[in-house]
């Protein structure tokens, strides 16, 4: 598949870039932009720190990834994020789909990595955009807010390259390791990511996160 298929641009399930309430966003924050890497630009600052990210948050109900839902939430965590992101693209006419990858956070506190079992983050959620007929990789995950709490400069992208996770802090230590990509997919493969989650978490199923937002940048 290209940024040619029309697949790119059509609505899906979750991704529903058709819903009025994301055209009308995807409006607003475009504005004046005439390329569709200022609209990218635009679209990807506007996920990162309108939704304050919250690994707690995670749920088992499908509606909670639909973009049309994501927007009427303060926070959320890397999937929906990504989710929205692409439906905004969508509804802005500019090509795009939902990619995930495994990672490790180096970072993550004891707890967590007791809690969850593993120091392995499955499903971490970006965005694949075709700007000018070329793929960008884009994470809208942790808002600038939260990294500057933590002293690391906020991700951000221009829709002229890559903007996924940090991989050093801003004091050289490692923080985000991807070690497997899962891929690029039209609409978010709901049953295959709890699939993964149940497999990788058995200890708890789905994993039920705690609830100090505070210290989501290294507890996720």
């Known amino acids: ?9 059509a609505p ?13 966003y995807a409006q607003e ?6 390329t569709d890497a200022d609209k990218c630009a635009r679209l990807f600052r506007a996920v990162r720190d309108r939704l304050r990210y919250d ?30 992101l692409c439906a905004l693209a969508r509804a802005a006419g500019v090509p795009a789909r939902v990619g995930f990858s495994d990672v490790k956070n180096h970072l993550s506190s004891e707890k967590l990595r007791e809690t969850m079992g593993t120091d392995l ?27 500057a709490k933590f002293g690391v400069p906020p991700l951000e992208f221009d829709g002229t390259g890559d903007a996924l996770m940090q991989p050093f802090t801003g004091d050289g230590q490692r923080l985000m ?11 978010l493969p709901y049953e295959e990511m709890l ?14 996160l705690p609830s100090r937002t505070d210290e989501a940048f290294h507890e996720s």
């Open 177 to 187: 390791e991807y070690v497997h990509d899962r891929g690029a997919f039209l609409d």
């Open 29 to 34: 924050i475009v504005g004046d932009a005439t």
């Open 195 to 208: 699939r993964a989650f149940a497999e990788t978490y058995a200890k708890n199923g789905v994993p039920t």
């Open 1 to 9: 598949m290209t940024s040619s298929d029309p697949s790119y641009l």
């Open 12 to 24: 899906g399930v979750y991704v529903d870039s058709d819903h009025p309430d994301v055209i009308a």
């Open 121 to 147: 983050f499955v499903f971490h959620g970006w965005v694949e955009l075709w700007i000018d007929g070329v793929p960008r990789k884009a994470s809208p995950a942790f808002n600038a807010e939260l990294c």
């Open 55 to 84: 690994p707690y948050v995670v749920t088992i109900d499908p509606a909670d990834y639909k973009a049309s839902r994501i927007l009427s939430r303060k926070r959320s965590f890397c999937v929906p994020k990504a989710v929205l």
